[in-house]
């Protein structure tokens, strides 16, 4: 059934009672619709265009990025909605990132094997997947990446590639230097999130999202190359939870995990009040898809660093909008679960955390530590770094953070199973 607004664009009621099906309104009419005058409801109408107008201007005033032309920037603002956009844009910012100033991107470093594909899980959808194998040893373990609300399996976590005169030079990422230490580490973006298939920053359910990253990681763990290794998880922010979860719903199928200011509970202060949450909660029912919940910028947030925060921008790819509705109910749903069973974490785990976190709240990490029944577990904080530790930190810092992790790793993997 159309609503009074809408139905009143087709159909006017004329003062003798007849109908007209004009485009406007007869002039010096009064016409009331379900007890609404009709200039009121024309005066609703207006503004939902201006507002729809006020929309369209701003995003015509997105802020230029700097090295990068009308051309690319028209591919930056356009809609990421479905993965054939974002998969163009990737392409298309390839060179760009050559010129991005930060440690995950400028260090040369020969001697890897990296591998990228899309595959198609048992649910119809194509995932993007990618690896990273040391080119001559054996790796010591395995490592799974569990990526977080606002990254992907690429950017930051890849570093960078360049075909130069038929040389490779490889530009160390997250992957690659924990790779360069001896590891094999795979990662894939969710479905809706990167490079894989799926509505932008849409989970459905956080439970089908973890099942998809357990299909997708259990069919490497079988492969006889890989079979005999010991295997990690590592989450990044939400990638965290879905860490977690993948442990509570396999409690014996890893070996350890590391957890980066994982996503435990979110931070009250990025959490809207009890009141808006309500109403959120009601509207999710209705308009599951739509990008309405209010939040803080996450960059401005997750990152120390002026510099580095600004580079987030090259990033195109990453979901940078509101969150839907539905995502924000399945994530806060999520958190609220793995608070209750911190008490069922059983393997051995490296949680690390920022003191001056406000997107993730460190004292959860505190009380994962304390409470999880796994007799191995070490925690770290680290004093007045924020969200994104390995890659909103000064350089001093992000060296330090990434020395813990394979100080951990090179314990962990060669302990005997």
């Not at 459905?204 to 069919?219: A, C, M, N, R, W």
């Not at 993730?360 to 796994?374: G, N, Q």
Request: net charge positive; aromatic share 8%.
């Amino acid at each position: 059934m159309l609503s009074p607004i809408r139905k009143i664009n087709k159909i006017f009621l004329n003062s003798n009672g007849s109908h007209s099906h004009e485009a406007s309104p007869p002039s010096g009419i009064e016409c009331v619709w379900n007890g609404v005058e009709l200039k009121e409801v024309i005066g609703i109408q207006r503004k939902r265009k201006k507002r729809k107008e006020d929309k369209l201007l701003f995003c015509s005033m997105k802020q230029q990025l700097p090295g990068v032309d009308a051309k690319l920037q028209k591919i930056a603002d356009s809609n990421m909605d479905e993965a054939p956009a974002r998969r163009r844009a990737r392409e298309a910012f390839k060179d760009i990132q050559l010129n991005i100033d930060h440690i995950l991107f400028k260090t040369p470093c020969d001697g890897l094997k990296m591998k990228e594909s899309y595959e198609v899980n048992s649910r119809g959808i194509e995932i993007f997947c990618k690896s990273w194998l040391p080119e001559v040893s054996r790796p010591k373990a395995t490592v799974f990446f569990c990526h977080g609300y606002g990254d992907t399996c690429t950017f930051f976590f890849e570093g960078m590639f360049l075909q130069l005169k038929c040389v490779m030079k490889l530009f160390s990422g997250i992957a690659r230097k924990i790779a360069l230490a001896g590891y094999g580490v795979f990662a894939m973006d969710y479905p809706g999130f990167g490079l894989s298939q799926g509505l932008h920053g849409y989970i459905p359910s956080f439970d089908g999202l973890v099942d998809d990253v357990i299909e997708h990681y259990s069919k490497i763990k079988e492969n006889p190359e890989f079979h005999s290794l010991r295997t990690f998880i590592f989450g990044q922010s939400m990638g965290g939870a879905v860490a977690l979860k993948m442990h509570l719903k396999q409690p014996k199928a890893w070996d350890g995990a590391v957890l980066v200011a994982p996503m435990c509970k979110i931070a009250d202060d990025m959490v809207p009040s009890k009141l808006v949450t309500q109403m959120l909660i009601a509207m999710a029912n209705v308009f599951p898809k739509r990008k309405l919940v209010p939040q803080k910028d996450l960059a401005e947030a997750a990152f120390r660093e002026l510099k580095k925060k600004e580079q987030t921008a090259y990033n195109v790819i990453a979901y940078k909008d509101k969150p839907r509705l539905w995502t924000a109910l399945e994530m806060l749903r999520t958190t609220q679960e793995i608070d209750d069973r911190l008490e069922e974490v059983s393997l051995p785990i490296l949680i690390l955390h920022g003191e001056n976190d406000t997107v993730t709240d460190p004292s959860v990490s505190k009380a994962l530590f304390e409470k999880a029944k796994s007799s191995d577990k070490t925690l770290k904080l680290y004093k007045d770094a924020y969200h994104s530790l390995l890659e909103g930190e000064p350089d001093e810092l992000i060296n330090q953070v990434f020395g813990d992790i394979i100080s951990w790793l090179d314990d962990h993997s060669s302990k005997c199973t």
